[in-house]
T-cell receptor, first 110, second 111 residues
Framework: NAGVTQTPKFRILKIGQSMTLQCTQD?????MYWYRQDPGMGLKLIYY???????DKGEVPNGYNVSRSTTEDFPLRLELAAPSQTSVYFC?????????FGPGTRLTVT | TQLLEQSPQFLSIQEGENLTVYCNSS?????LQWYRQEPGEGPVLLVTVVTGGEVKKLKRLTFQFGDARKDSSLHITAAQTGDTGLYLC???????????FGAGTRLAVHP
């Protein structure tokens, strides 16, 4: 059982470039989330989705976009990357109560 | 927005020692979850506590929820090197199973 998978594992971007972080879950969960984790800051919610076609902003959405065309996939798009977006990004899905996290994508913007 | 404060921020101990880490808030928790995150991986849920005064045990880990539901603690007995990691507390906020996380306690257990 794969759970939540994320690609890529690592990425280096130049300022102004764009990229999409991929997230897939195989648990048929309706709820999915994107977080960023900065050193000493815990996890901050970027966007979340309660089902296919339904997304909403979290605490720190600026500079990001999401889509949810299927139950399984929840990609996160970075447009015009900035150094402030250097972070580790985690995707998660949730059934009744617990959140299940992917292994993360470490992104550096230089 | 509810804030979760975790202490200490860092903890470095020898194998076999006992330790306690804390999670506090100025507001009442609806429920409180503890996650452990190992280096290079995502957080994994350890336990959920819901009732004031509740105590849950998971092998050498003991979780306690304060009577007023504003604080929680995690006690590890006879720490092992495999306990090394980042311990995060989290609480539900705003529906849809959304979570607010504390900044975490980074634990290093040395042989």
């Amino acid at each position: 059982n794969a759970g939540v998978t994320q690609t890529p594992k690592f990425r280096i971007l130049k300022i102004g470039q764009s990229m999409t972080l991929q997230c897939t879950q195989d648990m048929n969960h309706n709820y999915m989330y994107w977080y960023r984790q900065d050193p000493g800051m815990g996890l901050k919610l970027i966007y979340y989705s309660v089902g296919a076609g339904i997304t909403d902003k979290g605490e720190v959405p600026n500079g990001y976009n999401v889509s949810r065309s299927t139950t399984e996939d929840f990609p996160l798009r970075l447009e015009l990357a900035a150094p402030s977006q250097t972070s580790v990004y985690f995707c998660a899905s949730s059934g009744a109560y617990e959140q299940y996290f992917g292994p993360g994508t470490r992104l550096t913007v230089t | 927005t509810q804030l979760l404060e975790q202490s200490p921020q860092f903890l470095s101990i020898q194998e076999g020692e006992n330790l306690t880490v804390y999670c506090n808030s100025s507001s009442v928790f609806s429920s409180l979850q503890w996650y452990r995150q190992e280096p290079g991986e995502g957080p994994v849920l350890l336990v959920t506590v819901v009732t004031g005064g509740e105590v849950k045990k998971l092998k050498r880990l003991t979780f306690q929820f304060g009577d007023a539901r504003k604080d929680s603690s995690l006690h590890i007995t006879a720490a092992q090197t495999g306990d090394t990691g980042l311990y995060l507390c989290a609480t539900h906020s705003g529906g849809y199973n959304k979570l607010i996380f504390g900044a975490g306690t980074r634990l290093a257990v040395h042989p």
